[in-house]
């Protein structure tokens, strides 16, 4: 089974970050985006989560 970063080298996906922000292209005939939109949720949720921790301390 293919990780999903295998699926978007395979399928000419752009992944870049510059300054702690991550831009990815998809082409829209990507067949795996609703993946990565729920891999982006999970991380967006994970630095809320971090930022409130770190500002509490």
Do not use: C, W
């Amino acid at each position: 089974m293919s990780t999903i970063r295998n699926r978007l080298i395979h399928h000419g996906a752009a992944i870049e970050l510059i300054d702690r922000v991550v831009r990815i292209r998809l082409n829209n005939s990507f067949p795996y985006q609703s993946e990565v939109r729920e891999i982006l949720q999970t991380l967006r949720q994970q630095v809320k989560i971090q930022d409130a921790v770190s500002r509490k301390k």
